[in-house]
């Protein structure tokens, strides 16, 4: 092959690498251009999609800063989705784990969910925790009638005395039967777990007036 054949094949193979970059270049900057046109829509779509979506499910951002328990207790609040409300203890077995107000998969994964639609704690009515035995509520395994339960609020400091434990398979059946039950903590099963479908559901009442 003579010279002017290599300069030429050469020159070939430099003007299509060059073409192929270019065209590379070009796409590159389309798909740049169409991700940034679409991000917009998206949001929007996603946003409304949200919005039919009950707060139970949704990935909420907790906040740990309205959690600010103090000597001067402050009166019953309502609190938004994903807000710290107080922390539940129990020295008998173990249990240590922050509340986040609704109970949904955020909540549940970083601590225990505060049932919404059930009674403020410390307040009337019969107060819904739910969370993940195989996580924050693993100790409950170990709980016994007549252990004590602790919740520290902003709002308070409230006692509770285990009454029954029992598995269920279903949660509103055994909430029905909770009686006159103040405080319920629902622990769902893992699905790989001897329990399968199941929940470990915690009966308390009130062991006394708001601790001081």
Known sequence: ?????????????????????????????????AVFLLIKPVTELVHRVES????????????????????????????????KI????SDSFGLNSSIYCGANR????????FDKKSGLIGDNGTTVIAGYLESSFSALE??????????TTSYGDFRYRITDIQYSRSEESSLKNSGSSALVLCAVCSEFS???GENLIVFADKADEEVH
């Not at 054949?5 to 251009?33: C, F, G, P, Q, W």
């Not at 707060?55 to 807000?83: F, H």
């Not at 107080?86 to 203890?89: K, R, Y």
């Open 1 to 33: 092959m003579s010279g002017s054949d290599k300069k030429h094949r050469r020159k070939a193979v430099n003007e299509y690498a060059l073409k192929t970059i270019s065209y590379l270049i070009i796409m590159l900057a389309v798909t740049v251009a």
């Open 52 to 83: 039919y979506v009950p707060m139970e499910v949704r990935d909420v951002q907790l906040d740990d800063s309205t959690y600010n328990p103090s000597d001067e207790k402050k009166d019953l609040i309502q609190y938004d989705y994903g807000a």
């Open 86 to 89: 107080g922390v539940i203890t």
């Open 106 to 113: 955020a909540s549940m994964s970083e601590g225990v969910g």
């Open 142 to 151: 170990y709980a016994e009638v007549g252990d004590e339960l602790n919740i």
């Open 194 to 196: 001897q329990h399968s």
